[in-house]
């Protein structure tokens, strides 16, 4: 399997900060890497697909870069509603299975 | 709008099986795929398998080789996840969610469904 590691696997911000979450892949994915958004009780939620894409609806204020094995998600003023759980994912191979990060939880300081 | 509603909470006993549900609206049903993907307490997401919902083809992860079967009832518009030989690590939230034929993110996501295995 391709291995994601997310980094940190939490992080206290306040309303407004600017937060970046990190997500290693274990070998290169080209720009195959998508963001979910998970709060409790909801549907995840699609933020970012191919590494930059802005999925629909979604505010600007998220946004992904990054290639290769190195990826990033910014949220660039923290928002009430974005306290949450984030993952990440590569879509590069199905082989033997797609693969997510082990999250990165963003709590309220 | 593009919707997946999953079917509701289950129990069973280990050794058991357990059908969940997910009913898609919104959008032509045999142009996607679903894929099934749980969420153990504390865990990271794991992926399940697919179904192509227009020809029925399906793949799933070698993992759940022999328990899985998914399957879609294409004139109701719902796909189905059938787990076998049920053990407690296969209590999770199982979630739906739709691609396109050619999985590239998953986007929507159905509601969850809570399967607790417990004796």
């Known amino acids: 399997d391709i291995q994601m590691t997310q980094s940190p696997s939490s992080l206290s911000a306040s309303v407004g900060d600017r937060v970046t979450i990190t997500c290693r892949a274990s070998q290169s994915i080209g720009s195959y890497v998508n963001w979910y958004q998970l709060k409790a009780g909801k549907a995840p939620k699609l933020l970012i697909f191919g590494v930059f894409s802005l999925q629909s609806g979604v505010p600007s204020r998220f946004s992904g870069s990054g290639s290769g094995t190195d990826f990033t998600l910014t949220i660039s003023s923290l928002q009430p509603e974005d306290f949450a759980t984030y993952y990440c994912q590569q879509s590069y191979s199905s082989l033997p299975s797609w693969t997510f990060g082990q999250g990165t939880k963003v709590e309220i300081k | 709008q593009v919707q997946l509603v999953q079917s509701g909470a289950e129990v069973r006993k280990p050794g058991a099986s357990v059908t969940v549900s997910c009913k898609a609206s919104g959008y032509t049903f045999s142009r996607y795929a679903m894929h099934w993907v749980r969420q153990a307490p504390g865990q990271r997401f794991e992926w399940m398998g697919w179904?192509?919902?227009?020809?029925?083809?399906?793949k799933h992860s070698q993992k759940f080789q022999g328990r899985v079967t998914i399957s879609r009832d294409t004139s109701a518009s719902i796909v189905y996840l059938e787990l076998r030989s049920l053990r407690s690590e296969d209590t999770a939230v199982y979630y739906c969610?739709?691609?396109?034929?050619?999985?590239?993110?998953?986007?929507?996501w159905g509601q969850g469904t809570a399967v607790t295995v417990s004796s």
């Open positions: 179904i192509n919902a227009g020809n029925g083809n399906t």
């Open positions: 969610a739709r691609s396109i034929l050619t999985p590239n993110y998953f986007d929507p």
